[in-house]
């Protein structure tokens, strides 16, 4: 794991964070909402082949069939 994958997540956290701020100042509070889920999904797509990794190193690792 390289620690691109750690800069891409806080981008998008603070690009998230930005949007959000600025449409809850504006009295937007569902599309805030809907920023917020956008960026979870789209960090959540980008750590699954991750996750995936780790669980089948954990699989080797203790030689579960």
């Given amino acids: 794991m390289s620690v691109n994958i750690i800069f891409r997540i806080a981008a998008v956290g603070i690009l998230v964070t930005i949007l959000v701020q600025v449409l809850k100042h504006s009295g937007r509070d569902e599309q ?12 959540l797509s980008g750590v699954i082949p991750y996750i995936y990794d780790l ?3 954990v699989q ?3 030689t579960i069939s």
């Fill in 60 to 62: 080797t690792l203790f």
């Fill in 32 to 43: 805030a909402f809907l920023i917020t889920l956008a960026g979870l999904i789209l960090v």
């Fill in 55 to 57: 669980f089948e190193s």
